[in-house]
């Protein structure tokens, strides 16, 4: 398997009119099976070597800049099982602009707290003065490992929580507080994906198994937010949908982002060719 992308990938399929209700119903999807056993082996021995890199002493790993800290991992910015999901939500004036690598080996039973429970954002969900508040963003949830059954460090949300604002929660990070009444630990195999709405209420959960949690995480936004962190470097071999999600389209500055020219997106015209566009809806209008 190589470790660059091809130069022209397909978009992927649209969201169905199912997965859409579920989504704007729960803030999330499981889809499973999107990679096969081969690519789950590649991407986790390329995490692993990120890992050497970040945490040679051990220990977990959260590191922001997800393909910049492990360029092997670039296909999965638009894989294209998961990708029209992305582009179904948001529309084509969208990048990359937050993701994570993590490593989370077993801790003991006895860790002590840290109350994990957000919505992603940061200040957006104080700046911003609708109710709800909106959406903005959407990630992917590639797992690595398996996460089938709760204790392996499995993602917990609140079903059906991105429309809410607030949740109770203790003055410190460092106080004990029971998790929300309706939170649910999400399953998953080595190879699934979770699709979620950024206002979803979600935290990591501690892995208390043998098995080493490894995933990676890619936050999808419009051109004009800006990104949460750069990428230092060119890649080789990027398509051009993947330097728009990337930002190294050479033509990123604000104009071009606001969307005006919509032929020189890439994102856009591979939309326009393979007839994903949609006048209907206003972020694929063509
Ligand atoms: O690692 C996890 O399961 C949680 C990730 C998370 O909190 C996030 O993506 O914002």
Same mark, same amino acid.
């Given at each position: ?107 003991? !039973?006895?860790?002590?707290?840290? @109350?994990? %429970? ?7 969900? =104080? #700046? &911003? ?86 995933? !990676?995480?890619?936050?999808?936004? @419009?051109? %004009? ?7 230092? =470097? #060119? &890649? ?51």
């Amino acid at each position: 398997m190589t470790t660059t992308a091809p130069a022209v990938r397909r978009p992927g399929t649209a969201m169905t009119a199912d997965q859409r209700a579920q989504f704007e119903r729960d803030g999330y999807l499981v889809v499973p099976g999107v990679l096969d056993a081969d690519e789950v082996a590649h991407y986790a021995e390329a995490i692993d070597r990120a890992y050497q890199r970040h945490a040679p002493q051990g220990g977990p790993m959260h590191v922001l800049g997800a393909v910049h800290s492990c360029p092997e991992l670039v296909p999965l910015i638009d894989h294209p099982t998961v990708f029209g999901l992305v582009w179904s939500i948001l529309g084509w004036n969208v990048h990359v602009y937050h993701s994570h690598l993590d490593v989370h080996p077993t801790v003991p !039973a006895d860790q002590p707290f840290r @109350y994990q %429970w957000h919505q992603d954002g940061g200040r957006q969900n =104080r #700046e &911003l003065e609708t109710h709800p508040r909106p959406r903005l963003s959407v990630k992917l949830a590639y797992w690595l490992t398996d996460v089938s059954m709760p204790g392996r460090g499995n993602l917990k949300v609140v079903p059906g929580s991105h429309t809410t604002d607030w949740i109770a929660g203790p003055p410190t990070r460092s106080m004990p507080w029971p998790d929300p009444e309706d939170a649910i630990h999400i399953t998953a195999n080595a190879g699934d994906v979770v699709f979620f709405d950024r206002r979803l209420w979600h935290a990591r959960s501690d892995n208390h198994s043998p098995i080493t949690r490894k995933a !990676a995480f890619f936050a999808y936004t @419009y051109r %004009w937010v800006r990104a949460r962190e750069e990428l230092k =470097r #060119e &890649l080789p071999g990027l398509s051009p949908v993947q330097q728009q999600l990337l930002g190294t389209l050479g033509a990123t500055d604000g104009d071009h982002a606001w969307g005006h020219a919509p032929h020189g997106v890439p994102l856009y015209t591979l939309l326009r060719e393979t007839g994903n566009l949609d006048p209907v809806f206003p972020p694929l209008k063509p």
